[in-house]
């Protein structure tokens, strides 16, 4: 048998599109920046995972390091936008249950890069960078105000508006106090507690504000006992039994079950 018999057949190579070759050095810089700051992560290393040359990485992104993170930051956010989307099906508080779960998952495997992000200590920041962070938030908003019956083409008014960013505020800062605590409490436990928060939210703003409580109107019929609002309600009369004594003169507190 000659040498070239006893050789293995070689391997077609096979070159690769404009996007799918963009695509595979985004996917290389966002494996590095999921786990470190942007501004720690070189072009030579992002060349090394996606097993190309520094130069080509230049071809693609010319503007360097600065437009390669912005780049893969949009696609992260792309990413991210998708794990608020949720089909408008089924009790409200189990679909942001289902959201949160994405949401979270993502903080998880991502989260030496979402902190840099979100904090904006990397020296990779720029008004552009805060631009797509603001989008995510946008955008995050309008889903969950979907889930409330308020989505594109209705008017949730301002206070309901407002009660919804700032939980999407509340859910960022309990992202990075998580990540602080090395992901502590489990991730189940802290997703419950900011559906608790996000019940309790909206309960204490539409007991003020008369558009928020016809939306709160309009989707407690669709709420279950063993889901998330009924598990609250459960735990929550007991409590509100003992604060009967605040009350004014002649009303008491009615508890149904």
Not at 21 to 29: K, N
Not at 40 to 62: C, H, N
Not at 149 to 170: E, K, N, Q
Not at 218 to 242: F, N, S
Request: hydrophobic share 45%.
């Amino acid at each position: 048998m000659t040498p070239a018999a006893a050789a293995p057949p070689t391997r077609a190579y096979r070159r690769l599109s404009v996007e799918e070759r963009r695509t595979q050095l985004l996917g290389a810089a966002l494996t590095l920046f999921a786990h470190r700051a942007p501004d720690e992560v070189s072009l030579d290393e992002v060349a090394t995972v996606a097993g190309v040359s520094r130069p080509l990485v230049y071809r693609y992104f010319p503007g360097g390091r600065q437009q390669l993170y912005e780049a893969a930051l949009r696609s992260a956010a792309e990413e991210l936008i998708l794990c608020f989307t949720e089909p408008a099906v089924g009790p409200p508080t189990e679909r942001v249950t289902r959201v949160l779960d994405r949401y979270l998952a993502f903080v998880d495997q991502h989260d030496a890069g979402f902190s840099a992000l979100l904090r904006g200590g990397s020296v990779a920041e720029t008004s552009r960078t805060s631009t797509i962070v603001d989008e995510v938030r946008r955008a995050a908003a309008d889903q969950i105000l979907l889930h409330l019956g308020r989505g594109a083409g209705s008017d949730p008014g301002p206070r309901l508006r407002m009660m919804v960013r700032t939980w999407i505020a509340a859910v960022e800062a309990a992202s990075l106090i998580w990540l602080d605590e090395e992901k502590q409490p489990a991730a189940s436990e802290l997703r419950d507690w900011l559906v608790d928060q996000f019940i309790g939210l909206l309960a204490v703003t539409a007991a003020t504000d008369p558009a928020t409580a016809s939306a709160v109107s309009e989707l407690l019929p669709l709420e279950t006992a063993a889901g998330p609002a009924g598990r609250l309600a459960d735990r929550l009369i007991p409590v509100v039994g003992e604060a009967a004594h605040l009350l004014p003169p002649g009303r008491s507190v009615r508890l149904g079950r």
